[in-house]
């Protein structure tokens, strides 16, 4: 296996988180009394400081565990069982509200995030002061544009799901006014073209970092969000040295063992072998007290333990017969583990027999047990993924080429034992790279954004609870609009 990076907060004194929530409760303390001053004075400080960015990754309201929950039911890829905690359910029939924890821990986690990327590029002058001897021009731009890249990252996430933002190019104790989100959009290409200069390879960085490839990777994607499709491909274009998994092989993007393998581009790393007896403290990870060094993703999902979701008939209808990938995404009664063959019995929850139970991102292909702590990485961004929004670039811009569309739809239907007879007509390519991207990135977080950007709500979630003009956003948490008197109750997102 490969050795797995440790992504550490770092103690520092005197980083002013900015007021995206109240800040008593963000305030870092150090009890050694650095300041930014005296800090960045060798590469191992400049390195926590930026390693800082990347740990808001590991926490409760992103990848630990409420962000697959909230997007998966979302995207009613899966279904609650009868024991599904009463904050998640919300989730599936759009019932949520602006005093979700939930939603409150997601945007107090990436302004926590974005606060510690700030924190890096306010001192870029101090960093850029060390001497060459002791840390090299390429570094410091490598530093700093993983900053860039993090920061971009924090505010895409946040873009999608609230629209208008605060936005904070320094770090700050001062809340800030909503910005249009074509703003926020610029910001982010802004970072990731800066990233994309002075980030380094993927053939000489450390995995787990973000890479040149991975910056350009993004660029396209948040490019693409905007309909900017020839823009995109011109970024996804650069992004070369990857591909897809073979034939027989696409679990090993969901196994701990095969991490960073050929496909993967970016990833969130975990590894409960760094420790996780403070999982619970790190809520948001913003003392820096708490471990976030695993994710419940495996006990919250698996079949066999706790099993609060499970796929949907929707999801599960989808694959064609022959699609090798139904295998290597779910369990379903005769389907093999580390404890033999499962049966219907592994697939009860609440009285009811499912259908099938999750596979991707589940420990049971070398354990018996889930533990409720996981150190399997969760892929952000794969080669798979970049192929489809190429095809959809190609095959929406003015002038694009079907064929080459067809031929990246092909290379993703190849790999999991599909042959390949689309239509050049532009709208039966359209409706074959929805469906491969509903059943290539299945319990991805992936659908609802697609959805969502394809404008498709209206029929792709009839009869879920979504409401059009309301629900292709999230409202700004309470504690948001209470304590930044620049965002009250009133400047809310429409309909709540």
Request: with cysteine; charged share 20%; net charge negative.
């Amino acid at each position: 296996m490969m050795r797995k990076i440790k992504f550490t907060i770092a103690i520092l004194s005197g980083i002013f988180l900015i007021n995206s929530c109240d800040t008593k409760d963000l305030e870092l303390t150090n009890p050694n009394q650095l300041s930014p001053e005296t800090f960045f004075s060798t590469p191992n400080q400049v390195k926590a400081s930026v390693d800082a960015t990347y740990a808001t990754l590991q926490t409760i309201g992103l990848y630990a565990r409420h962000y697959f929950f909230a997007l998966d039911l979302m995207g009613q890829e899966a279904k609650g069982n009868p024991q599904l905690e009463g904050n998640k359910a919300p989730f599936q029939n759009f019932s949520f509200n602006s005093g979700s924890d939930i939603i409150q821990f997601y945007w107090e986690a990436c302004f926590i995030g974005i606060s510690r990327c700030n924190f890096v590029l306010d001192n870029e002058e101090r960093i850029n002061a060390l001497p060459e001897a002791i840390l090299s021009t390429e570094m410091k731009n490598k530093y700093l544009a993983e900053a860039h890249f993090m920061r971009a990252y924090y505010y895409f996430l946040l873009v999608k799901r609230f629209g208008d933002l605060p936005i904070y190019r320094t770090g700050t104790i001062e809340g800030a006014a909503r910005s249009p989100k074509a703003e926020v959009y610029a910001l982010i290409e802004e970072d990731l073209n800066f990233a994309a200069e002075n980030l380094r390879s993927k053939t000489v960085e450390q995995v787990g970092r973000a890479t040149k490839e991975a910056a350009y990777a993004h660029l396209g994607k948040v490019l693409l969000y905007q309909q900017k499709y020839d823009a995109a491909l011109l970024a996804f274009d650069q992004v070369t040295g990857y591909s897809l998994e073979p034939a027989g092989s696409f679990y090993n993007n969901f196994m701990e063992e095969t991490e960073h393998g050929v496909e993967s581009i970016f990833e969130v790393e975990f590894n409960d072998d760094f420790g996780t007896g403070n999982m619970w403290d790190a809520q948001n990870n913003a003392q820096g007290t708490g471990s976030a060094e695993a994710t419940l993703r495996g006990q919250e999902y698996g079949n066999k333990s706790w099993f609060n979701v499970y796929p949907s008939d929707e999801l599960l209808d989808e694959y064609e017969p022959g699609d090798t990938r139904f295998g290597d995404t779910f369990y379903v009664p005769g389907s093999t583990w580390a404890g033999g063959t499962m049966g219907p019995a592994d697939f009860v929850a609440g009285g009811n027999t499912r259908r099938a139970g999750w596979k991707k991102y589940q420990n049971y292909y070398r354990q018996e047990n889930e533990g409720n702590q996981s150190s399997i990485n969760f892929k952000v961004m794969r080669y798979a993924d970049v192929l489809l929004m190429k095809a959809e670039c190609e095959n929406k811009r003015p002038g694009g080429s079907q064929a080459a569309a067809i031929d990246y739809i092909r290379q993703v239907r190849t790999r999991a034992g599909l042959t390949t007879n689309i239509s050049t007509d532009p709208a039966l390519v359209f409706e074959a790279i929805k469906h491969e991207r509903m059943v290539e990135f299945a319990g991805e977080q992936l659908r609802f954004d697609d959805i969502i950007r394809w404008g498709l709500a209206s029929t792709e979630l009839d009869g879920t609870g979504f409401q059009v003009g309301k629900h292709e956003l999230w409202p700004i948490p309470d504690r948001e609009t209470s304590s930044n008197p620049l965002i009250t109750p009133a400047n809310n997102n429409p309909n709540y």
